[in-house]
């Protein structure tokens, strides 16, 4: 059965409530509102609690004060020579003590009999309160609190010495306390007023303060931003791309684990804060930090990596705060490109192969309508025996099927060029490749063949009739005699201006028209430096370019105990 639609309403609220009750806004106007409640309340207690003991101490004053004067008065000392002091000395208190406000002016003699007092019928009875020793015995003028026969009063009390310097009485005045405490209330009262504005006051910038907060934080609870923040961290840390940011005095203020393992860098708690300069010195991030430009998909290399950058400035309110780098691999990309060029290579090469076969499937088919069956017959040797020439070339030199396959489709895609394509009689390949080795090597030919087909293509044209040294031509020879192996291509195209031949091998550089050049002689000189070796480039024999690439040993395997491949002539595929 469901649960009845008042319950679920209920509990909705509840949940409501207490997410209101927890609400970052709530919880910042009642910190804030309470410390400064806290804070008020108990300044304006102490402050106040002096006060009020200020204000009794004033009252105690003012009735030693008048208790002083009365002791002083020539009539009150003279009073006491005489048979009946009260008929001289209760005027004289009445009189002072209502000028003075206040509540009791009693006079005693010198056994603390009352000579005067606000009550006459208590004249001739002895003072209550049992301290006036101290005035009566010592000679001492204070002040002191004790409950009288009017009740709780506040006393100045002070001894009355004659001519001689006797005491011969007493002078007591006091004020009741409770008209102290109507005065201290009085008195405080307007700053306890005050501190409850000020409390209110208090609450209403709490209030305001927590609407600010909200809004510079997004209207965000203290959770969800921790989940933010955990969230980004993940984020940052698990993807490909690397992210580099500095602040406005250069100094790195992020650095994900990708971009430190791109960089080499050691651990994020040693590199933070330290000067992108120090770090990465080529990162040119605070040049959009000077300029404020932002800069997307520039190649550089940080390390050996290869890379695709793009640097944005980080503004605030129109003022640039600091700069943020993105980059990723080009290897990734490089790969990805070469395993496409070796898919539209293998497409061109049968697509090649197939308009060939079939014009020859159609000759072969017009010579047998003709009922030139011997001329048929000797085509068909003919072309069985150049494939057959070019499969027994490979299979004899090169060990490694994935380069043969490749040779065969560069021969291929030549022939289909109108280029000669010419593999040197002593070329051989006697050990298989390493995975490593197919890829480098694969990169290394594939893209000095491309580039020597182009510039023969410039110099000799398409087609040529087949003849040596006519139409275009390129020469290639490999080697894995000795201790390196050994790749050279040359050309009869237009060659290299000696003012270029310092910069062909920078990425980005090429004599070629068009966007996304620049790239194939870059790769293979980094590959020819990675697998220790390197590239130069010479004038071949031919007329045009000879580009030599020498690459370590290591990248072959180790060969198989049996008897070298036989070293036969040579192949041209025209």
């Not at 965000?220 to 933010?228: G, T």
């Not at 698990?238 to 080499?264: C, D, K, M």
């Not at 496409?340 to 293998?346: E, I, K, P, V």
């Not at 003709?370 to 040797?381: D, P, Q, T, Y």
Request: aromatic share 4%; with cysteine.
């Amino acid at each position: 059965m469901a649960t009845p639609l008042p319950d679920a309403l209920s509990w909705r609220r509840r949940g409501q409530r207490r997410r209101r009750l927890r609400s970052f806004r709530l919880q910042v106007m009642l910190l804030v509102g309470a410390l400064l409640a806290g804070m008020l309340l108990a300044q304006g207690a102490y402050l106040n609690h002096r006060k009020a003991e200020i204000i009794a101490d004033q009252m105690g004053q003012r009735a030693l004060a008048v208790a002083l004067s009365v002791a002083a008065i020539p009539e009150v000392i003279a009073a006491f020579d005489r048979a009946d002091p009260s008929v001289t000395i209760q005027p004289i208190a009445e009189r002072i003590r209502r000028e003075t406000g206040a509540r009791y002016v009693v006079v005693g003699d010198r056994q603390g009999i009352r000579l005067a007092h606000p009550l006459p019928e208590r004249l001739g009875l002895p003072m209550v309160g049992g301290d006036n020793d101290r005035a009566l015995v010592h000679g001492e003028s204070y002040v002191s609190e004790a409950t009288g026969s009017l009740g709780e009063a506040i006393r100045g009390k002070t001894p009355v010495v004659d001519g001689q310097g006797n005491i011969v009485g007493i002078v007591s005045v006091g004020f009741m306390l409770n008209r102290v405490a109507m005065d201290v209330g009085r008195y405080t009262g307007l700053s306890w007023a005050l501190v409850a504005l000020m409390v209110v006051l208090g609450f209403a910038g709490a209030y305001g303060l927590s609407r600010h907060l909200k809004k510079v934080i997004l209207g965000l609870e203290p959770h969800e931003i921790a989940r933010l923040a955990m969230e980004k961290e993940a984020i940052l840390q698990s993807i490909h791309e690397g992210i580099l940011a500095i602040n406005r005095e250069g100094r790195i203020t992020l650095v994900n684990q990708q971009a430190r393992r791109f960089l080499g860098l050691p651990d994020e708690r040693q590199v933070l804060g330290e000067p992108v300069q120090e770090v990465v010195p080529n990162s040119r991030l605070l040049e959009v930090l000077e300029r404020g430009e932002q800069q997307f998909d520039q190649q550089m290399w940080l390390g050996d990596h290869p890379v695709v950058v793009n640097r944005v400035p980080v503004r605030y309110d129109g003022q640039i705060e600091g700069a943020v780098a993105t980059f990723r691999s080009r290897r990734e990309i490089v790969e990805l490109s070469q395993a496409l060029s070796q898919a539209s290579r293998d497409v061109d090469m049968l697509r090649a192969q197939a308009h060939e076969f079939s014009n020859k499937l159609y000759t072969i088919a017009g010579l047998l309508q003709l009922e030139r069956v011997r001329e048929a017959l000797a085509l068909i040797h003919q072309e069985s025996a150049q494939q057959q020439a070019r499969m027994s070339f490979l299979r004899d030199h090169v060990a490694d099927p994935v380069l043969s396959g490749t040779l065969l489709g560069k021969l291929t895609r030549a022939r289909e060029l109108g280029v000669t394509l010419e593999i040197d009689p002593d070329s051989s390949l006697g050990a298989p490749l390493t995975a490593t080795g197919q890829e480098v090597l694969m990169s290394v030919i594939g893209n000095l063949l491309d580039n020597a087909c182009d510039a023969a293509l410039q110099k000799g044209g398409q087609g040529g009739d087949g003849e040596p040294g006519e139409g275009a031509r390129v020469r290639l020879f490999f080697t894995d005699l000795g201790e390196q192996l050994l790749i050279e291509v040359e050309d009869n195209g237009p060659g290299v201006p000696v003012e270029r031949a310092a910069t062909i091998f920078e990425e980005g550089f090429s004599t070629k028209p068009g966007k996304h050049r620049g790239i194939g002689l870059a790769l293979v000189a980094r590959l020819c430096r990675q697998h220790g070796g390197e590239i130069t480039l010479e004038e071949s024999e031919l007329g045009g370019a000879a580009f030599t690439a020498v690459l370590d040993k290591s990248l072959c395997q180790a060969p198989a105990a049996s008897d070298p491949p036989s070293i036969a002539q040579g192949y041209v595929d025209e």
